[in-house]
């Protein structure tokens, strides 16, 4: 059983700038949930996808987008970076919302 | 808004000892419930699942209170490999999915 991947690892940009992350759902698990997770503080939802549709929305900006393909695996796109988006991303997969959701090793995403 | 309150912690104990966390929820319509453990600058690891009834693993024992919307876990004989932060984790029916909402968790340490 192949677990959650999540890439890269880490990443610095600028403000202003652009990023897309990506991961791929551990086997058998045909959903996708996208979460932030600031020093000090839990993971906060940002969105959630099923069947290759948002299914779902935290209280985030426009500007945090995803999509999420056949293969089941996702990506979280972010436009205009700011520095307060520097933060680890977390991608975490499920079969369907109910049950416990599994997680990647995340994306530290550094913001200069 | 939908919150997880967990004990501020840090909580530093002996080996051997036995150490309780306890968690508020305050959305009463919370679907399913969950503690997950994470260690520093890694992912959130799911530890178990909790059920009213309540549910031992080893030495782990979790219990819920759905009447009064709380959450507990249990650790007896406390190891050193037991030293991380601990997630109460509530899973919600938002808007068309399921959102997990994380309390900020509490951070263990356990002393040789």
């Known amino acids: 059983e192949t677990g959650v991947t999540q890439s890269p690892t880490h990443l610095i940009k600028t403000r202003g700038q652009q990023v897309t992350l990506r991961c791929s759902s551990q086997s058998g698990h045909n959903t996708v949930s996208w979460y932030q997770q600031a020093l000090g503080q839990g993971p906060q939802f940002i969105f959630q996808y099923y069947r290759e549709e948002e299914n779902g929305r935290g209280n985030f900006p426009p500007r945090f987008s995803g999509l999420q393909f056949p293969n089941y695996s996702s990506e979280l796109n972010v436009n205009a970076l700011e520095l307060d988006d520097s933060a680890l991303y977390l991608c975490a997969s499920s079969l369907g919302g109910v049950g416990p959701q599994h997680f990647g090793d995340g994306t530290r995403l550094s913001i200069l | 808004r939908k919150e997880v309150e967990q004990d501020p912690g840090p909580f530093n104990v002996p080996e051997g000892a036995t150490v309780a966390f306890n968690c508020t929820y305050s959305?009463?319509?919370?679907?399913?419930f969950f503690w997950y453990r994470q260690d520093c600058r890694k992912e959130p690891k799911l530890l178990m699942s909790v059920y009213s009834s309540g549910n031992e693993d080893g030495r782990f024992t979790a219990q819920l209170n759905r009447a009064s919307q709380y959450i507990s876990l249990l650790i007896r004989d406390s190891k050193l490999s037991d030293s991380a932060t601990y997630l109460c984790?509530?899973?919600?029916?938002?808007?068309?999915?399921?959102?997990?909402?994380f309390g900020k968790g509490t951070k263990l340490s356990v002393i040789p």
């Open positions: 959305n009463s319509a919370s679907q399913s």
């Open positions: 984790v509530v899973n919600d029916l938002g808007a068309g999915s399921y959102q997990l909402t």
